[in-house]
T-cell receptor
Framework: DTGVSQDPRHKITKRGQNVTFRCDPI?????LYWYRQTLGQGPEFLTYFQNEAQLEKSRLLSDRFSAERPKGSFSTLEIQRTEQGDSAMYLC?????????????FGPGTRLTVT | AQSVTQLDSQVPVFEEAPVELRCNYS??????LFWYVQYPNQGLQLLLK??????LVKGINGFEAEFNKSQTSFHLRKPSVHISDTAEYFC??????????FGKGTHLIIQP
């Protein structure tokens, strides 16, 4: 079990650029979640997938945010036309529907800085 | 709306002293409750969870929490803290077929 991995760990971009983050879940986990964490706050739920289906996306922050999980394995989160307010830590988590609690395991996060 | 409230943003405590970190949840949050710990520049690590059954749950690193339905609380406790416990602690509720709802976090500061 290698855990949830995220790439890159850090990303610095200029305002207006597009960025894409990748998340690789624990291999047997069929659910994958994205969260955003701003300084001094708890993580904020954005979206989740069960296998390749995106079952909840109404909490994405704007239409500049999109996520995919094309083959039900890794996922990508894209932010178009980045703004300074997008600077945050983006966390990915995965879980397995075979467990009652759907306990979520988190990756180390991608820290985005928009200049 | 679902909500999880952590009443203290910072808790300073001396090493080897006991500590309690407070968490209250709204009744609309499904009663799966979790405590996570976050060390600087790292992701979240699960400390413990309440699903059902015994209201006292034990977790890793000597932490425990008590689920209190009448007070809608899920406070985290440790009888004796160490310097290595310095971190941010998050209470969360929900899960299942939805994301977790997190509190704002409590920064535990261990003083030598």
């Amino acid at each position: 079990d290698t855990g949830v991995s995220q790439d890159p760990r850090h990303k610095i971009t200029k305002r207006g650029q597009n960025v894409t983050f990748r998340c690789d879940p624990i291999s047997e986990h069929n659910r994958l979640y994205w969260y955003r964490q701003t300084l001094g706050q708890g993580p904020e739920f954005l979206t989740y997938f069960q296998n390749e289906a995106q079952l909840e996306k109404s909490r994405l922050l704007s239409d500049r945010f999109s996520a995919e999980r094309p083959k039900g394995s890794f996922s990508t989160l894209e932010i178009q036309r980045t703004e300074q307010g997008d600077s945050a830590m983006y966390l990915c988590a995965s879980s397995f529907t075979g467990t009652v609690s759907y306990e979520q395991y988190f990756g180390p996060g991608t820290r985005l800085t928009v200049t | 709306a679902q909500s999880v409230t952590q009443l203290d943003s910072q808790v300073p405590v001396f090493e080897e002293a006991p500590v309690e970190l407070r968490c209250n949840y709204s009744s609309s949050v499904s009663v799966y409750l979790f405590w996570y710990v976050q060390y600087p520049n790292q992701g979240l690590q699960l400390l413990l969870k309440y699903l059902s059954g015994s209201t006292l749950v034990k977790g890793i690193n000597g932490f425990e929490a008590e689920f209190n339905k009448s007070q809608t609380s899920f406070h985290l406790r440790k009888p004796s803290v160490h310097i290595s416990d310095t971190a941010e602690y998050f209470c969360a509720g929900g899960g299942g077929a939805d994301g977790l709802t997190f509190g704002k976090g409590t920064h535990l500061i261990i003083q030598p």
